[in-house]
């Protein structure tokens, strides 16, 4: 056995679209770009959707376009990847860190008003839905119109999560809303991202600052000829490939199906470590649909006086490779050697939850044998 916590899955119709792209000539911005966003825009119910070369480069561009000044603070939660946070510092913005829900692993909104009282320099709330559970979004909603904030949803984990059964829930809380499609990520295009928002004007920037800072209006073109453009700023290459977006736009199609997988696995762990009094199996809010990019499950190994190390090796050895997701962002030597604020930060609902957390292996190909034989050795390891 050698079973890893995520895996893509790519069947042949994926496969067909993208050999289909490769006899056709376009490889880099064709017409399969624009297809993937009209695919994107219509299931997140967006205005705008820009796709992006991954995740890092969209939450880049989120913060970028708000256009704040040197210093201004951008509050997140710890739990979650490097990139939510090197995003901020790549816009000459500070990263602030607020304390997480015990139950849902997302930003707590008492917290983060805690933070806002404190610290007027807070213009942005970065929400990660951690695992696939939507941050609390009303009430973040309630705490911009408060403090006149900016809202964003790094989405990379949820997409087929819902909030009042509302797939589109993401942009219809935050002014920009940030996913990856990495191949570990609920559905991809090998690597990849998109930005989508409901407001024009952030819009038109992510798709000057997607490649280049290039401007090629139509009014110029007519005037000064078909190969005119002019760069009023500066920007990156970042722009997913046709290629890319032709397996997203196949990939979306099968979204629900892998997201519903991944819901009766995730139902499976609940099921039996729910039994195990030294476990905490994952909590859902009401109104919310859990799309379970990850299954986080939370044991007390210091009540069992084990490791957590030896566990994940004697796993190991068994075959099953686990995860943790996150070592709390405070704890990154980058951060704590850069920042002052960060250095002697301590977020004890994180830092707990950091002791207990392991992600199981979930992904749609992951068979019925393997999630029985996953959770048996744990038990048995207990045992
Ligand atoms: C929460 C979160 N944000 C951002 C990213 C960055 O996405 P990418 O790897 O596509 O750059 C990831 C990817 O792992 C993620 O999990």
Not at 13 to 32: F, H, Y
Not at 210 to 233: A, D, M, T
Not at 308 to 313: A, E, G, I, R, V
Not at 323 to 328: D, G, K, N
């Amino acid at each position: 056995m050698n079973i890893n916590y995520g895996k893509h899955y790519i069947d042949d119709i994926d496969r067909e679209a993208a050999v289909k792209v490769l006899k056709s000539g376009w490889l880099t911005q064709g017409p399969n770009v624009n297809k993937f966003e009209l695919d994107l825009k219509k299931y997140f119910k967006s205005k705008y959707c820009v796709v992006v070369s991954n995740g890092t480069a969209a939450l880049h561009l989120a913060i970028k376009v708000l256009n704040l000044k040197v210093g201004t603070k951008v509050l997140t939660t710890p739990i979650t990847f490097i990139s939510t946070a090197s995003s901020i510092i790549m816009n000459h913005l500070t990263p602030e860190f607020a304390d997480i829900d015990k139950d849902t692993f997302t930003l707590d909104p008492n917290y983060v008003e805690y933070k806002l009282k404190k610290d007027k320099k807070i213009k942005v709330i970065v929400g990660v839905d951690y695992a696939g559970h939507p941050c609390d979004w009303e009430s973040f909603n309630f705490l911009k119109k408060k403090y006149n904030l900016f809202l964003i949803n790094d989405n990379c984990h949820a997409m087929g999560s819902e909030i009042k059964r509302n797939k589109g829930y993401a942009v219809k809380y935050a002014d920009i809303v940030t996913q990856s499609f990495h191949p570990v990520k609920n559905f991809t295009t090998c690597e990849g991202g998109s930005i989508l928002t409901n407001n024009k004007s952030f819009y038109k920037s992510f798709l000057q600052l997607r490649s280049h800072g290039i401007n090629k209006s139509k009014k110029n073109l007519k005037k000064y000829g078909p190969w005119f453009y002019e760069v009023k700023e500066i920007g990156y290459n970042y722009r997913l490939t046709d290629l890319q977006s032709v397996i997203g736009t196949s990939q979306l199609k099968k979204l629900d199906k892998f997201v519903a997988k991944r819901e009766r696995i995730a139902d499976f762990y609940s099921r039996i470590f729910g039994k195990c009094e030294f476990i905490d199996v994952l909590k859902i809010r009401k109104n919310i649909k859990h799309s379970f990019h990850l299954y986080p499950l939370l044991i007390n190994f210091k009540r069992k006086n084990i490791s957590k190390n030896l566990f994940f090796n004697k796993m190991k050895e068994k075959g099953i490779n686990l995860q943790v997701h996150y070592i709390p962002l405070h704890f990154q030597p980058f951060l704590r050697n850069n920042f002052s604020h960060i250095k002697n930060a301590k977020f004890p609902v994180a830092e707990d939850f950091y002791n207990r957390e392991v992600s199981l292996p979930i992904y749609f190909s992951l068979k019925n044998e393997e999630q029985k034989y996953v959770a048996k050795n744990i038990i048995n390891f207990f045992k």
